[in-house]
């Protein structure tokens, strides 16, 4: 079974500062995908950012960007220029494919992030 | 477009009792998952729907079910509640059958208080 591990319970950041959440996983699989979620007050899971194993180049999306390491089997997040409106709890979540279409998240526990003003 | 709807968004129920969740996905999304979220257990996968058809569920008793129906809307009924089933369900969709390349969208789910 995977297994998903984010050590980091809390963080806090200034605003505009850049913070980096870190994720582990343990898979023997060598085709998986890695995903950071982000839920905020309202509850919504909300998608961050994506990454297929496969691919050696770390994913990007606007101030969102990840360091993959495959080897190492690690999967960290950096924020850039924090916002408020990055205050949320992140899940970082793995996924196997069964088979075409059965697919199911496996998620960590969680990194409660604060952007200080 | 309507983003996810679950309702109700709080239930109170007493043990032993069953509740019944609703769940909409995204208007023309086909698949619908469901999760468990607890402060003890985190987040757990409950059981994923496709066009009518339970294709995978995840390590829960037989007290948890699901459907789907014609229109993709989702049901989960839990029968004979305990405390421990105290928690935040939530649902989500997805347009295509591989939720990678379809991502999927959630709703702000359904907060389950068992006394």
Not at chain 1, 14 to 34: F, G, I, K, P, R
Request: aromatic share 12%.
């Amino acid at each position: 079974a995977q297994t998903v591990t984010q050590s980091q319970p809390e963080m806090s950041v200034q605003e505009a500062e850049t913070v980096t959440l870190s994720c582990t996983y343990d898979t023997s699989e060598n085709n998986y995908y890695l995903f950071w979620y982000k839920q905020p007050p309202s509850r919504q899971m909300i998608l961050v950012i994506r990454q297929e194993a496969y691919k050696q180049q770390n994913a990007t999306e606007n101030r969102f960007s990840v360091n993959f390491q495959k080897a190492a089997k690690s999967f960290s997040l950096k924020i850039s220029d924090s916002q408020l409106g990055d205050t949320a709890m992140y899940f970082c979540a793995f996924m196997k494919p069964l088979d075409f279409g059965n697919e199911k998240l496996t998620f960590g526990t969680g990194t409660r992030l604060t952007i200080i003003p | 477009k309507a983003g996810v709807t679950q309702t109700p968004r709080y239930l109170i129920k007493t043990r032993g009792q069953q509740v019944t969740l609703s769940c909409s996905p995204i208007s023309g999304h086909r698949s619908v998952s469901w999760y468990q979220q607890t402060p003890g257990q985190g987040l757990q996968f409950l059981f994923e729907y496709f066009s009518e058809t339970q294709r995978n569920k995840g390590n829960f008793p037989g007290r948890f079910s699901g459907r789907q129906f014609s229109n993709s809307r989702s049901e989960m009924n839990v029968s004979t509640l305990e405390l421990g089933d105290s928690a935040l369900y939530l649902c989500a969709s997805s347009l295509m059958e591989s939720s990678y390349n379809s991502p999927l969208h959630f709703g702000n789910g359904t907060r389950l208080t068992v006394t």
